[in-house]
């Protein structure tokens, strides 16, 4: 029987399918989700400082990072581009990672999901969500084919592939 399910987000498109595959499988199983989100480690992708000037999530960032501060158009995606060892960088992929988490969270509900709990987790990416599988005990872990990386070239990102051949438990890999 499928009770835990692990839904890994990042963002990207896939990761929106994914979260409501999983949603789905949630209802229909009456089983509890558990959502995680690994902060980027390095320099963000190109796709993630696009998405979060294009999603807004850049405003709230920088409402959640300097709240008595104006916020300028424009500013953010050179920010973003500078090294994540930086304080505030840090402080802002933090506040990204958290709101993807809120939205796929909202989403999942929308769609009718019971038991959502969210975690923003650093580390390896796939390392990491492989520790919350089995710190969550879960049966299904649901993951995108390919998440905000830049190649786009292989048939599986290497995120996507670690974790299905390293997972404890069934992996459904989205496209």
């Known amino acids: 029987m499928i009770e835990r399910i692990l839904l890994a987000v990042d963002g990207s498109d896939t990761a929106q399918r994914a979260t409501d595959l999983a949603a789905e499988l949630a209802v229909n199983l009456n089983a509890d989700l558990f959502i995680v989100h690994v902060l980027m480690h390095g320099r963000p992708s190109r796709e993630l400082v696009h998405m979060a000037e294009v999603e807004h999530l850049v405003r709230e960032a920088h409402s959640a990072t300097s709240p008595k501060s104006a916020y300028v ?24 990672g958290e709101q993807i988490v809120a939205r796929a969270k909202t989403r999942c509900a929308e769609l009718g999901a019971g038991t959502v709990e969210t975690s923003v987790l650093a580390g390896d990416y796939a390392d990491e969500i492989l520790e919350a599988a089995r710190e969550h005990d879960v049966d299904i872990l649901v993951i995108g084919s390919r998440g905000l990386g830049v190649l786009k070239s292989t048939l599986l990102g290497s995120v996507s592939q670690k974790v299905l051949h390293h997972a404890d438990c069934s992996v459904v890999i989205v496209r």
């Open 73 to 96: 158009p424009g500013s953010y995606p050179e920010l973003l581009g500078g090294d994540a060892t930086d304080a505030r960088t840090a402080r802002i992929i933090s506040a990204l």
